[in-house]
Every structure is written in C-alpha cells, then in structure tokens.
C-alpha cells in the first residue's frame, strides 16, 4: 500500500476534525461572538448545506481535471477558510467562511478517495479507500475532543488554526509525494439528478437523510446538551465526544460486518431502534436522575449512540450499491449529499428545540426522528434500478 495515500488520510482527518470539534465549541463561539448557542449551531447546519448541495456539483465540473492539481488546491482552501474562522472578529464573517471550508471539503473528501484508489491495483481498492475514510473516523474519537480541549483553554479560534494547520501539512505532502493523476469522464449534473429521482434510490436516500437529521439533532448541540444538564465543562465534553467516536468505531467495524450479511435491511431496522431509544434515554436520565446518577448512566449511553449511529451508513451505502453496482460511484455519491443535507436538517432541529427551551428534551426529539427512520426502513422495501 503506498505511503502517500497517507497524506489523503491526514486530509481526511483534518476535514473530520474541522467538521466535528465545532459540536463541542458552541457554548465558547456563542459567548466569545455574542450570539445564542442555537445560532452558533446554524454554523454546523451551513457547513453541512453547503457541502451536500455542492458536492455532485463540483464532483461534475471537475472530473476532466488532473486529480492531484483539484485536491491540493481544494485541501489549500480549506486550510486558508479554516485559518480565516480562527482570525475573523463577527459571525457574519466566520458563516461564509464556514460555507466556504464546505465547500472545499465538498471537493476534496470525494477527489481523495478517487485519487487513493487510482494509485492501488483493483484488488486494493478497498484497502485504500478505508485508509483514506480512517483519517475521518479518527476525527471522531481524536479530533473532536483534541479540537475541544484546544478550544477550552487557549480559544476556540486556536482549534481552527490547528485544523489549518493539519489541511496545510496535507496539501503539501500531496503536492510533494503524490503522482500526476489525469481526470476521467463522469456522469453530469443531468444524469446524477436523473438517478436520485428514481423510486428505489430516492427511497433509499430519503431514509439517510431522517437517520441523519435524528442523530445530529442531538450532537450538533452535544456541549451545550452536557454542559447544561451535566454541568460538564471542556474536559468533561471532550469525555463525552471521545466516548461516542470509540463507539462509533464499534460501529464502523459492526457495519462493515452487517453489510456483507444477507439482510441487512433488518440488521437496520435493529439498529435505529436501538439508536432512537438510545436518544430518548439520554434526555429521560437528565430529566429523571439526580446529576451524579445521570452523568455516568449517559456517557455509557453515548457509547452505545456511538456504535448503533455509524454502522448505519457503511449499511446503507452496500444497499445502494447493490441497486446497481455498475452505478456505484454517482450513488455514493448522492448519498453524500443525503448524509450531510441530513445532518444540516439535524443542526436546524436541534437549534429550534433549544430556542424553545427544550435543551432537555432534544435526545427525545432525535430519537422520534431516528425512530421515524427505523420504520421507514421497515415499511419501504426497494428493488433494483
């Protein structure tokens, strides 16, 4: 396996870390910027719009392109947007920069996994695909709680010069060590909407999108969550965040496993009733337990949302997949998109339910959506297109 694909890993890892950290920067953002923690979350909502609206976009204007150019520049102007959050003094400036570190990581997260998999013969494709999608899943068990205790003690704006930091190792490791790598024809914008319309894939993509509005419904807003039911402060939620991404390796691992499973539409319909209960019962702790019996009773919950949340997508995706096989790379594609329009629906779900003053019910509120979910999954069955 080339080393170099390591230098896409550490990419990888910057956009997750940068993607992830800000779930547990929100209460410092809002106080340091003036603005109520349900706003600083539309932050995360921006970034994650951006991103799935402009991914198959950009992924189609710049397929003809040499491969290494468009990655090293993308990574570049996520690490220059990313540097721009830790510099900028109003939140009108850090919204656009956000937008525009999406928009980068729109590009990049697809062009490294192309360009990882063009540098391995065919029957390592699947190994370097999991190296480049291992610097994201790191992100979650290291990047979120190192961004977060960054951020606790020297400042949230530290924690986006190190995520700049990271894409600009990145960037020119890639420009140093990675080989010209010419572009292919792809499917156009037309042909890519023309695929998501039709009944068996908008299905499929529609139950990602409520999985994922569910789940960030909650960890979109995971600091504020802990920190004002718990009383957790930066080491108590970078706790919080390490416990859901050793979970969530768990999870990856499981779904990996349940993907190569005969029925893995019933391993789903499992494991989002697990995941929507999971929900419900880390609001049902604060609401019910004292905060010394709440406190451990949740964060062996956030393990379990960890493992029973990331094993959906690798799932879903091998169902998508298998639709048509032949149709694999514009079908991950636009489950993508889902991914992320779902979680900007979760950041929005979640802002409305504090602004009401529902902080403690918000893992109530998420696990209804996960659980809406679960019997779409149950009740929509799909055939191949």
Do not use: K
């Not at 540098?119 to 999991?130: D, I, K, N, Q, S």
Request: aromatic share 6%; net charge positive; proline share 4%.
């Amino acid at each position: 396996m080339p080393r170099t694909i390591l230098w896409l890993t550490l990419g990888a890892f910057a956009v997750g870390t940068g993607t992830f950290s800000i779930a547990g920067l929100l209460p410092v953002i809002a106080e340091d910027l003036g603005v109520s923690v349900p706003a600083a979350g539309y932050l995360s909502m921006a970034f994650a719009l951006a991103y799935a609206v402009s991914s198959p976009v950009l992924a189609a204007a710049t397929a003809s392109l040499e491969r290494r150019r468009t990655l090293v520049l993308s990574m570049a102007v996520y690490a220059l947007a990313s540097a721009g959050c830790g510099l900028v003094p109003d939140y009108a400036g850090l919204m656009g920069l956000r937008i525009l570190a999406a928009l980068a990581a729109a590009l990049f997260t697809p062009m490294a996994g192309a360009c990882a998999v063009a540098l391995v013969e065919p029957h390592h494709r699947g190994r370097a695909m999991a190296l480049v999608i291992g610097g994201m899943t790191l992100s979650t068990v290291l990047g979120a709680p190192m961004g977060t205790l960054i951020g606790e003690h020297l400042g949230w704006r530290a924690s986006f010069l190190v995520v700049a930091g990271l894409g600009l190792v990145s960037a020119l490791g890639a420009l140093a060590f990675l080989p010209r790598l010419p572009g292919s024809r792809e499917a156009g914008i037309a042909e890519r909407l023309s695929l998501a319309t039709r009944p068996a894939v908008a299905t499929l993509l529609v139950q990602t999108v409520v999985v994922f509005a569910g789940a960030f419904t909650l960890f979109s807003y995971l600091a504020p969550f802990v920190r004002g039911t718990l009383g957790f402060l930066g080491e108590g939620t970078a706790l919080a965040l390490l416990l859901s991404g050793l979970g969530g390796l768990l999870g990856v691992s499981l779904g990996g496993w349940a993907a190569d499973r005969h029925d893995p539409r019933r391993f789903l319909i499992v494991s989002n009733a697990v995941l929507g209960l999971t929900l419900a019962a880390i609001s049902v702790c604060v609401e019910c337990l004292s905060i010394t019996a709440a406190a451990p009773g949740v964060l062996v919950l956030l393990v379990v949302w960890g493992a029973s949340g990331w094993c959906f997508p690798a799932v879903q995706q091998a169902r998508l997949v298998g639709l048509s096989p032949a149709l694999a790379p514009i079908l991950l594609s636009l489950n993508s998109s889902a991914t992320y329009a779902g979680t900007s629906l979760g950041a929005l779900f979640g802002g409305l339910v504090i602004g009401v003053g529902g902080l403690r019910d918000i893992g109530l509120v998420a696990g209804s959506i996960v659980a809406l979910g679960a019997v779409m999954i149950w009740g929509m069955r799909v055939r191949a297109v």
